[in-house]
Structure formats: C-alpha cells, structure tokens
C-alpha cells in the first residue's frame, strides 16, 4: 500500500463480502487499519481500510471517506484474524469485523472532566455545605466534580454557589484510566511444588513466540494460580493479556482473586457493561493504558497491538461457541489469534475437550498437569446410586440414600448442593383426561412450567403464557399434570424433606447477573446450608463448606443423539462433583442414574478419567469424528417445511463429488421448528486434513441461490446437533 493513497479499499462493518473503494479527500491520510466512516446507501457506516482495491475505478464514480478517527490503526494480526474467521466459518468479512467494531463510542475523544480547587479566597457566607466542601479540598488537589459531590455530600448547587463567590476554580482534567495497571510483582502467590513445576512448563514457552500448553489439573488443583503467575510473566515483558471465563456470573469471585494478585481490578469485557463503559475499555485496550482483560468471548476481537498470553478458563466450556452470525468456537479462535500474534495460550481445565487432550496427547500443546488438590483437600468420595434398585418412591427425585446423606451434613453444619440441570418445575405439561400435551406454537418443543413465576415457556424462543387452570384443548379443570422433574420441583421435594435447611435455588433463569452473584457470595460465607442448582454452580465456585453433592440425573445428557453426549456428560459431572470437599472437609459425591455401567459412570465412580479419554477417542477415532474428522453442517431453514425440505434436497444433489466426503440428510433436524421457521439439516464429513471449508463454500457457489424467506446457516465444526 502506498505511503498516501487517493483511493483505499474499505470493508465495512456490515455482512457484506468484501471491501469497497473510495476516495481519501484532500488533506486526509489513512493507511491499513485506520478506521473511518465512509457513506453507505443513505447513511454513515463504520469502516476499516483494507488496502489498495484490487480494481481500479475512476474517481467520479467514488464517493469521499467521510472522516478518519484519530485513533491508532488496528493491528495486522486483528485484521489478518478477520479474514482467517471470515474463509473458515464461510461469514461474510464485513460480518466478522463488526465483533471488532461494536464499540463506536470508544471512537470519540474522551470527554474532559470538570474538576474543582480551592483559589485561596473565603467565601462571604459559610454554611455547613460549603464547610465540607472546603474541607475536603483542604489537601490543594483538584477534585472532578462528581467526586466532590460525593465526598462532601453536597448538591452540585453549593459547589456552584462556592465558584460564584470566588471560593473556588473551574478546572478540565483528563480522565483517569479506565483501570490502574496490574502490578505483576504484587502478592506473588505461594505455590506448592506440583504448582512450581507447571508454572516452569508454561515458562518454557517463548514469551514471545506462539505456543499453547494444556493446564490439565483436578477441581481445587490451584490452576487459577499457576496461570496468574503466567500472566504476570506476559506483564513484566511488556505485552497484554486476556482471559476468557465461560460465565459472567462467574467474574465475580475471579476480579476479586485477580485483584489480590495484581493490586488492581483488569479491565472488564462482557454483555452488563454498559456502552460507556465498553467504549472505554476498547478504547485503551487500542491505546495500551488497559494492560489486562477480563471477558466473555466476544472480547478476542478486542484491538489489542501488544497481545502475548490469552487464557481461556474451563476450555471444555460450550459457552465458548458462537451459534448465531458468525459461528465460530472462542478456543480455536483464540488459538488462531495468538499464533497471528506470536502469543502464549494457556487451556485450562479440570476436564478438557477431547479435541485439546488429543493435541496434547500428540505433543502439539505442552501436557502440563496438576493431579492432587491445593494444600490438605482430597478428591471427593464419588458413588453411582442406581435407581433401578435404590430409587425414591414415585412421586419423589432424591434417593433415600442421597436424602440421609444431605441430611447429616446439614446436621454437621456443613453444606451440601442437589444438581439438576434442567430449568423451570417439570419439563413438560398434560392433561390426565385427554393427553393434550403443551408444545411451544412456534418451535417443535415442549412448553416448560415455570411455577414461581406461574407461566409456562419455551426455552428456545422465549414465548410464554400464564399456566392454564383449565385445558385448553377439552376444557376440563384440574387435569393438567406436571411430568418429569425441574429445578424448581426438586426445590419443592427438598422443603418438605429439609424443613429447617437454609435453601437456595440458582439458575440462571432466576435474577441478573449482579443478584446470581450476591447468591455465590452468601454460600460462600455459609448463610445457605443446601443449594439447589442447575449448571451454573457447576464451575468455579469454591464453596469451603460444601461436603455433599447429589446429581438427581446423571444420564440427563446421555439421553440425546449427540456424538459429543458423553463427552459433556463426564465433563458436567467431574465439575459438579469437584465442588464438594475443596476445603479441609472429606467431600462425596452421589450420582443418580440408571446407567452405572455406562463407561462415563465408571470412569467417574473408579476416578479413572484416562480410561474415559481412551474410551472416547478410541470411539471418535473409529467414526472418523473430531478430532480425527472434520464436520460441517448446513440447516435449511423456512416458514413451510416442503419449502426448506424441498431446498435442502436441491443443495444435495448439486454436491460435488470429492474423496473422503460423506454427506449425510437432508433430514429434520432433532429441534425441527425455531420461532416459526422449519429446519432440515446436511451433515458433511471427511478427514481431518481435508479443506472442508473450501469445500462446502464451493458446493453453495455451484448451487441454486436462496430466495424469498429461506436460510441456509453453515456451522463449521459443529458442537450442537439441535
């Protein structure tokens, strides 16, 4: 690209296939990455200068940028990553660069703060207002306004009286950083000999050079620690870093311990913040004044220009896939963006993917283990309750053996928690004198009761109606059953069993952010003997107290035609069985099923998690499945089915024939109807090394265009079979 070019290509921040020309008036200058506003259709959009067009166009036929931000460039590697994403996930590049440029508020100048000081002239009047006010800038600095305000418990009127009286000057400060910077040689953490070693393993890696490293540790191993003291290595040399958490609700408890570490909170990335607040921390993540990030996985498309160790806590988490617009998985993308960024990756995990343990088991990341829990805490006690002969009476969900159990150790004033992952009181709603069974209008789904709030839902689309008292398809009063158990029914079995318990049910349907948090914080200081929940208390809570845990349903993830079911099943029930016992206290743990000679029950019971992995792969390996195949579906999507039908036996049969593809459908897919839209799925296959990418990109360029109201959504990789 030349050092001032007149015409420059822009890609612009909407779905759109590739960048535009335009024209750099006189006077201005851009170069890569500066982005800018350029007219598109009727309006100003945000843009990023790609480079020189690759097609000339004469100059009357261009419009004008309309203005470049006087921001730095985003870096190479950030715009090298758009592109990656865009021909991997087959989105469109202006699709993917609008994850880079959802903050047009960081984009301005920051505001000046007006700020006040004492000029040395006493006012005529003193009251007991301007007293305080004087008072507090007693100590000759400049205070911003609204901190005045707040330290002298005044109105912004006595603050205003005390400039008009000459008591006072108007000043402008610069505002302060969004964050202090992290000091890495804050409280230094003790670490054991086992955390020492893994710490020396993640330091091997050049700190300036790509490399991943799998911390593969049990629940309560400390690996929090360890790859603090990795960050703070990353700190000291001068570059950023970002950690990626699976919840928000978990950030909570992590800022804390993060601040203990490093002597100040890091910066914040994640949907509660508000759009000043997110332009803020985009802003000096661009600058280099935010050192450290803290977020959900949208934040690696932060413009970091010193990126050099991204961490990603409880890697095996779903929550790290995207499934809408761009679908694309935050772990394999945070590897790709620091492979661009000559950066470290830390994987972190209790129970990793299959896909990451197999590139350690290879030697493509560093195995770095931690095997025994942190100071005295031992591994629970995990026994397999089969419901098949130890099961409650009908009616009921928690076995006798489970119920004695939680009742000693609220006796012991211990705490223990009962799991369930399934929201809502009971999974589906009939009625006893005609078997009418309540569906979701817009989604082939069951209607959910939700008793507390007295509503039935769907939990794939949202809609919800106030719980019938009389059946709407008979008519008849006082027929309508709940069927199977939710989160809420195992909360009203445990009031009449624990009558004097302290209880608390979580789910992540039941409050904001900022109350689910107030909840973590009272378990932890014990204000609840028994917790109730679903997969949010699964992960990352260090509940000193908590010595039992009961799994109402271990084979709930197993019931599904899923390929990774097992998988997810293990790696659910290792994380909410290592919740209990973390202290000094023995911890058990007692799984409910009906399966226990399902290899993920005895792996679990045995503590043998190797023989899992072995099992997995070696049934991954056979099916030709990730990690040793590659998948990529495409779901057709319409208002009628025999319209997305119809089109989805059109895409097939324009296929291209290419070795070692399989295609497999179309067929409904297991939700077959979202919203209103039927879905057919396609399922394409082939080996691990194959460019499955480019393939289904030139199979959907040789096939008919879609028209009206019909979709065609490709997810690459898939890790739902919904």
Same mark, same amino acid.
């Given at each position: ?152 418990? #005044?109105?912004?009127? *006595?603050?205003? =009286?005390?400039? %008009? +009286?000459?008591?006072?000057? /108007?000043?402008?400060?610069?505002? !302060? ?103 803020? #921390?985009?802003?000096? *993540?661009?600058? =280099?004044?935010? %050192? +450290?990030?803290?977020?959900? /996985?949208?934040?690696?498309?932060? !413009? ?419």
């Amino acid at each position: 690209m030349e050092q001032h070019p007149d015409i420059v290509a822009v890609m612009v921040g909407v779905a759109v296939e590739g960048p535009y020309s335009y024209r750099v008036p006189p006077g201005m200058r851009v170069s890569r990455g500066s982005i800018v506003s350029v007219p598109l259709g009727p309006r100003l959009t945000l843009g990023v200068v790609w480079g020189l067009p690759k097609d000339m166009v004469a100059h009357n036929r261009l419009k004008d940028i309309a203005y470049a931000y006087d921001v730095p460039p985003l870096s190479e590697e950030l715009l090298r990553l758009v592109d990656w994403i865009a021909r991997y996930t087959l989105a469109p590049p202006g699709q993917v660069l609008r994850a880079v440029l959802r903050s047009s508020e960081a984009l301005e100048a920051p505001k000046p703060l007006v700020a006040f000081r004492r000029t040395g002239q006493e006012p005529d009047r003193l009251t007991p207002a301007r007293l305080r006010v004087l008072d507090v800038l007693n100590d000759g600095e400049a205070w911003p306004k609204a901190a005045l305000i707040g330290a002298a418990g #005044v109105s912004a009127s *006595v603050i205003e =009286g005390l400039e %008009r +009286a000459g008591a006072l000057e /108007r000043l402008q400060m610069v505002p !302060p950083p969004v964050v202090s910077i992290p000091d890495p040689n804050g409280a230094v953490a003790v670490l054991n000999s086992a955390q020492e070693a893994a710490l020396a393993q993640i330091a091997a890696l050049d700190a300036h050079a790509f490399g991943v490293a799998l911390l593969d540790g049990v629940t309560g191993g400390g690996k929090t620690e360890v790859f603090f003291e990795a960050v703070a290595d990353t700190l000291r040399v001068g570059r950023q870093a970002l950690i990626l958490l699976p919840e928000i609700a978990l950030t909570h408890t992590f800022l804390e311990r993060f601040s203990k570490r490093f002597g100040t909170k890091p910066a914040e990335w994640h949907s509660d913040m508000t759009p000043v607040q997110r332009g803020k #921390v985009w802003r000096g *993540v661009l600058d =280099g004044t935010v %050192r +450290a990030v803290v977020g959900a /996985r949208s934040a690696l498309f932060l !413009p970091f220009r010193e990126l050099g160790m991204l961490v990603l806590d409880e890697e095996h988490d779903g929550a790290y896939k995207q499934s809408e617009g761009v679908n694309y998985h935050g772990r394999d993308m945070a590897v790709v963006r620091a492979h661009l960024a000559n950066a470290r990756v830390i994987l972190s995990s209790a129970t990793p993917s299959v896909e990451t343990r197999n590139n350690a088991n290879v030697g493509r990341y560093a195995h770095v283990l931690l095997t025994a829990r942190f100071a005295e805490a031992a591994m629970p006690d995990i026994t397999a309750i089969d419901m098949r002969v130890d099961g409650p009476e009908k009616g009921q969900w928690i076995a006798p053996r489970l119920a004695r159990e939680v009742f000693a150790a609220i006796e012991r004033g211990e705490q223990a928690l009962l799991f369930l992952n399934r929201r809502g009181y009971a999974p589906l709603t009939l009625c006893r004198a005609c078997g009418h069974q309540y569906q979701c209008p817009d989604c082939s789904a069951w209607m959910v009761e939700h008793r507390f709030r007295g509503v039935l839902m769907c939990h794939h689309c949202g809609h919800e109606v106030r719980t019938p008292k009389v059946c709407g398809k008979c008519g008849e009063a006082d027929t309508l059953t709940a069927v199977g158990p939710g989160i809420e029914r195992v909360a009203e079995e445990a009031a009449a069993r624990f009558p004097d318990a302290r209880r608390v049910i979580l789910s992540s349907d039941m409050g904001s952010n900022a109350q689910l948090r107030d909840r973590f914080t009272e378990i932890e200081k014990g204000e609840f003997d028994l917790i109730i929940g679903t997969q949010l208390v699964a992960k990352g809570h260090h509940f000193e107290k908590l010595s039992v845990v009961g799994v109402l349903d271990a084979d709930l993830g197993l019931a599904h035609g899923d390929p990774r079911a097992a998988e997810k099943t293990f790696q659910i029930l290792t994380q909410v069985a290592g919740r209990a016992g973390r202290a000094s206290r023995t911890g058990k743990a007692f799984l409910q099923t009906y399966h226990p000679e399902h290899p993920v029950m005895r792996a679990m019971v045995s503590g043998d998690r190797e023989a899992f992995y072995s099992h997995e792969l070696l049934a991954r390996e056979a099916g030709g499945l990730p990690p040793f195949g590659r998948l990529a579906a495409l779901i057709v999507s319409a208002n009628e089915h025999d319209a997305a039908m119809g089109f989805a036996k059109k895409l097939l049969s324009a296929a291209p024939m290419a070795e070692g593809v399989k295609l497999f459908g179309p067929a409904d897919a297991p939700v077959a109807m979202v919203r209103g839209r039927h879905r057919v799925r396609l399922l394409a296959q082939s080996g691990k090394d194959f460019d499955l990418s480019g393939y289904v990109r030139f199979w959907l360029g040789s096939a008919e265009k879609v028209t009206g109201n019909l979709r065609v959504q490709v997810d690459i990789d898939p890790m739902s079979f919904m």
